[in-house]
């Protein structure tokens, strides 16, 4: 039994579903997203750098090539750990393509890694029916999750930050994968722009209601190459400090329900590529802080 002030993170609720560690296997599958290739926009999110928030996915050659790479690289950390291994289909828009397309990646990529379990993270725009059939046909022999990039609940950041739909589209996706019996991983972005801390707890609380499953709350980095570091040039904008990152953290997690998973609490980033907050490239310390912090509180 799970102690009642534990986070319950995905590493916990991955060890009971499977009764071992789950090791993610991260590929970039070649799609694009419909704020870049001109349906919607052709500038994307001002956050996204050129490799679609898939900085550390395995790139280059097909999904066998991938996934060999991603398994040799992870074993250096994990060693022979007794662990089972779930594909994630990390960077763009992996449901942006003819189902047929995906069914052939999707696939190739759980038989080559030997996998349990496909995370696929898309927007809830590009969730279509066909697409969740084919979801849900996968979900009949392996676990199955999607990540939802929601990043805001307010309408007007929403907007200046590119997103591309409204809020309404992202509580019909949740609501249709639930539906679908698929759990929802969505993703918050922490320290947008003008946001206030309490229009971040009211995206928080909008997922939460909404009938997410999981969370990932990312720092809002400033990489090199993005829209966002050519307005913070122009006009530089206030950026979460570390302590008060950390304690705003531990506040959200105070405030969640018991059995919302926690699957990030601060995000990575290339370090050739960070303009701002440089203090989170040491992420060791930023959840060391928090759990510190987390103790403190009790």
Not at 26 to 41: A, E, H, K, N, Y
Not at 159 to 168: D, L, P
Not at 279 to 298: E, T
């Amino acid at each position: 039994m799970r102690p009642q002030n534990e986070i319950y993170t995905a590493n916990i609720y991955y060890r009971e579903i499977f009764g071992k560690k789950l090791v993610k296997l991260s590929v970039d599958g070649g799609f694009t997203c419909p704020v870049r290739d001109g349906r919607i926009s052709s500038e994307g999110c001002i956050f996204c750098s050129g490799l679609g928030s898939g900085d550390f996915a395995a790139r280059g050659g097909g999904i066998k090539e991938q996934i060999t790479e991603a398994k040799a690289r992870l074993s250096e950390k994990w060693g022979k750990a007794d662990c089972e291994y779930m594909v994630y289909f990390q960077a763009f828009t992996n449901t942006y393509a003819p189902v047929g397309v995906l069914r052939e990646k999707y696939y190739a990529a759980l038989e080559a890694a030997d996998a349990k379990a496909l995370s696929v993270a898309t927007r809830p725009d590009c969730l279509g029916d066909d697409v969740l059939e084919l979801l849900k046909e996968i979900s009949q022999k392996y676990y199955v999750t999607v990540e939802l990039g929601l990043q805001t609940s307010n309408e007007k950041t929403a907007e200046f930050i590119g997103r591309g739909y409204k809020n309404e589209v992202y509580l019909d996706a949740v609501k249709r994968l639930n539906d679908a019996g698929i759990d929802v991983i969505t993703h918050i972005i922490l320290g947008l722009p003008d946001e206030s801390k309490e229009d971040m707890r009211h995206s928080v609380d909008f997922a939460v209601k909404a009938g997410t499953k999981g969370l990932k709350l990312q720092l809002l980095h400033i990489l090199k190459g993005t829209r966002l570091a050519e307005i913070y040039e122009k006009q530089p904008f206030r950026v979460f400090e570390k302590n008060e990152y950390i304690n705003f953290v531990c506040d959200i997690l105070e405030s969640l329900p018991k059995d919302i998973v926690i699957h990030r609490l601060t995000g990575d980033a290339p370090k050739d590529l960070m303009i701002e907050p440089w203090w989170s490239l040491d992420k060791r310390s930023v959840l060391n802080g928090i759990n510190k912090q987390l103790k403190k509180r009790g």
